[in-house]
């Protein structure tokens, strides 16, 4: 899986890389081999509005299947680095599981006890 972090504003430092790489190895690497690129989107969001305005947005990009997108917004960007891997690995347990079942045929309703007639 190849990472790629960007920011918008501001330098990341090799602290700040490396959390956000071994964050999303934590998150994600058990389906390494599923995932072509994770890229990071980092910025902080300066405005009039005080609050949250440190942003992380993950796109996740699947080979034949739509791209994964998590944004998350927090007072610290560890935070939202951290919040955000996290709900990545579980959109991409559920992408996966999609693509599983996409390609089994539907059940024809019969559970273990139901028995066919032989005729």
């Known amino acids: ?15 700040l890389r490396e959390h956000t790489e071994r964050h999303l190895r934590f998150a ?4 390494d081999d599923h995932l072509r690129q ?8 300066s405005g009039p509005r005080a609050g949250k305005n440190q942003r992380c947005l993950i796109q996740i990009d699947f080979p034949g299947a739509q791209d994964v997108v998590i944004e998350d917004i927090e007072d610290d960007i560890y935070v939202a680095i951290d ?13 996966l599981e999609r693509l599983s079942d996409h390609g089994t045929a539907p059940a024809i ?9 032989l005729h």
């Open 1 to 15: 899986m190849k990472i790629n972090i960007q920011a918008r504003g501001f330098e990341v430092a090799d602290s």
């Open 28 to 31: 994600l690497g058990w389906a």
């Open 83 to 95: 919040r955000a891997a996290d709900r990545a690995g579980r959109s991409v347990a559920r992408q």
């Open 38 to 45: 994770v890229s990071v989107r980092l910025s902080s969001q």
């Open 109 to 117: 309703g019969l559970d273990d006890t139901d028995t066919l007639p």
